[in-house]
């Protein structure tokens, strides 16, 4: 609950309203609604990701929801290379290495995804380069985790952190 909200039930706010929403949401429909809206990769800010939300919004509308619109914006991400995939190499104190990703997750379920660029591998808001550090192990990454690494003289600014 947010710390500066009143804590507001569905039922509070409107009877007919709350019924109507609770009574239209069925199983069946957001199992072939994940089917249809995850089938093929969608990135932010491409063309396969603004014919989700049309897709998405034409929906809303034919549910009856009014002023239904979308608003374009420019989305500031780094892409995946597609010809040449991130991959994790780990090497062991000898400096050789004893796992390489391929950067390229297998397809269990083709007809799920089978999609050209579905499985590669990537994270959206880092930066393209080669990191070599020790690896530290950082529990639950909380607060705590983190000062206690730092009581125990462990520098993270030079490490890889999991």
Not at 39 to 50: F, Q, R, S, V, Y
Not at 58 to 75: K, N, R
Not at 76 to 87: A, C, G
Not at 135 to 156: E, H, S, T
Request: glycine residues 6%; negative net charge.
């Amino acid at each position: 609950m947010h710390p500066f909200l009143p804590y507001v039930i569905i039922s509070d706010v409107h009877e007919t309203i709350s019924h109507v929403l609770l009574s239209n949401i069925k199983p069946e429909n957001i199992k072939s609604n994940l089917r249809k809206f995850t089938k093929e990769p969608h990135l932010a800010g491409t063309e396969a990701n603004k014919r989700v939300a049309h897709d998405i919004a034409q929906l809303w509308s034919d549910f009856g929801l009014e002023d239904v619109h979308t608003v374009p914006y420019e989305v500031l991400l780094s892409y995946p290379d597609f010809n040449t995939p991130n991959r994790i190499t780990i090497m062991d104190g000898e400096g050789r290495e004893v796992f390489r990703s391929s950067g390229v997750s297998p397809v269990i379920i083709p007809d799920e995804q089978g999609g050209k660029y579905a499985g590669h591998q990537w994270l959206a808001y880092s930066a393209p380069g080669r990191v070599t550090a020790e690896v530290v192990y950082c529990n639950r990454g909380l607060k705590q985790d983190f000062d206690n690494l730092k009581r125990m003289g462990i520098d993270l600014k030079v490490s890889s952190c999991y």
